[in-house]
């Protein structure tokens, strides 16, 4: 059964570039989420999708995008990067019980550096 | 608004000691659930345990034990007999109730573990 795959591992970007991570969630899930780990610090929310679409979002700016794909895999987006975007981006996945909350489950993460 | 405070920042023990990691939560919602994650040096999140805010039964795995008092919005983890292996930092975490919520997180605390 695999778990949350995410690529790339580590990627190095300069300020004003844009960069796309990839989520595949474990097998049975239904929805993504995003989150942002800046060193020392706990995940912070970006937002989550379901059926394709954006379903919540943290307190992020619109340079934060994402994309659910049919087969529930997702995509995060950063435009026009800054340096303080540098950071480790977990995707998570889990299945929507309505009226319940389920279990997120981690990827490994993507490493971004911004120079 | 949630918050997750985790007051210890980190925590050194020899092998075999006994180790309590401390997590005080903020909500206003009255049914919510809490977490404990596991974060070693590969930088994936790994679960460890989620309680209900309506179920105070407190758990006993193996070496894990959580104790959850909704008197006091504290969830705390014990680990018994502690092992080098469970050197990670360790993240508290808290969602609101309903379909795939996010989760607010603790800034974490750093658990080592010396031979």
């Known amino acids: 059964d695999a778990g949350v795959t995410q690529s790339p591992t580590h990627l190095i970007k300069t300020r004003g570039q844009q960069v796309t991570l990839r989520c595949s969630p474990k097998?049975?899930?239904?929805?993504v989420s995003w989150y942002q780990q800046a060193l020392g610090q706990g995940p912070q929310f970006i937002f989550q999708y379901y059926e394709e679409e954006e379903r919540q979002r943290g307190n992020f700016p619109d340079r934060f995008s994402g994309h659910q794909f049919p087969n529930y895999s997702s995509e995060l987006n950063v435009n026009a990067l800054l340096l303080g975007d540098s950071a480790l981006y977990l995707c998570?996945?889990?299945?929507?019980?309505?009226?319940?909350?389920?279990?997120?489950?981690f990827g490994p993460g993507t490493r971004l550096t911004v120079l | 608004a949630q918050k997750v405070t985790q007051a210890q920042t980190e925590i050194s023990v020899v092998e075999k000691e006994d180790v309590t990691l401390d997590c005080v939560y903020e909500?206003?919602?009255?049914?919510?659930?809490l977490f404990w994650y596991k974060q070693p040096p590969s930088g994936e999140l790994v679960f460890l345990i989620r309680r209900n805010s309506f179920d105070e039964q407190n758990e006993i795995s193996g070496r894990y034990s959580w104790n959850f008092q909704k008197s006091t919005s504290s969830f705390n983890f014990t680990i018994t007999a502690s092992q080098v292996v469970d050197s990670a930092v360790y993240f508290c975490a808290l969602s609101e109730a309903g379909a795939n919520s996010k989760l607010t997180f603790g800034k974490g605390i750093t658990l080592s573990v010396r031979p």
């Open positions: 909500t206003r919602d009255t049914t919510y659930y």
């Open positions: 097998s049975g899930h239904d929805t």
């Open positions: 998570a996945s889990s299945w929507r019980t309505r009226g319940d909350t389920d279990t997120q489950y």
